[in-house]
């Protein structure tokens, strides 16, 4: 097992390797897997991020760092960070599983763009990622929040827009409007059945 190194997420050196769209999808679906599985125990993960996911030679995704977060203190530079947090988060060892739909949704924004979240309370470098793709699909660019590597695979847009769609849900500032894993699970596997139809065709 090894840490997945987000070559989606910001990793522009020379020996990145790309991802995918299969990859992404079953990276996805295999992460929603494991904090499903948390959250129909009763329990919170509460540092969802792609360095929390790790990945077996087949890109088999299992969930990392289970409880960390309960047992970090709330410092003042910790409660700064963003990127993943869910906006409603004002202390990190009380996160709700929506709080979790947040942060998979960021992942997904990831696994789409590209791009890394931005951590920019603390530093001035990177973006809000949720909010730079919705500026970007507001203006009806949508095609230019993907990742450059997606898109020189052919057919594969109305999928991607699927997923920006899931990940979207996610990433509402409102937790109510967020939707259960169970229910992300349900999509992503939908998603996955839709490619694999594909390809059968």
Known sequence: TYVLEPSWAGNKG???????????????????????????????????????????N???????????????????????VVGYRAPEVTDIRKVTTKADVYSFGVL??????????STASVSDEGIDLPRWVQSVVKEEWTSEVFDVELLRFPGLEEDMVELLQIAMSCVSPSPD????????????????KHEEDKDIA
């Open 177 to 192: 409007q967020r939707p259960l894993m169970k229910q992300l699970l349900y999509m992503l596997n939908h998603l996955r």
């Open 108 to 117: 997904l924004l990831e696994l789409l763009t590209g791009k890394a979240p």
């Open 14 to 56: 020379a020996n990145r390797t790309p991802l995918d769209w299969d990859t992404r999808v079953k990276i996805a679906l295999g992460a929603a897997l494991g904090i499903d599985y948390l959250h129909s125990q009763g329990f919170t993960h509460g540092n969802i991020k792609s360095s929390n996911i790790l990945l077996t």
């Open 58 to 80: 087949n890109y088999n995704s299992c969930v990392s760092d289970y409880g960390l977060a309960q047992l970090v203190s709330t410092t003042p530079a910790a409660s700064k």
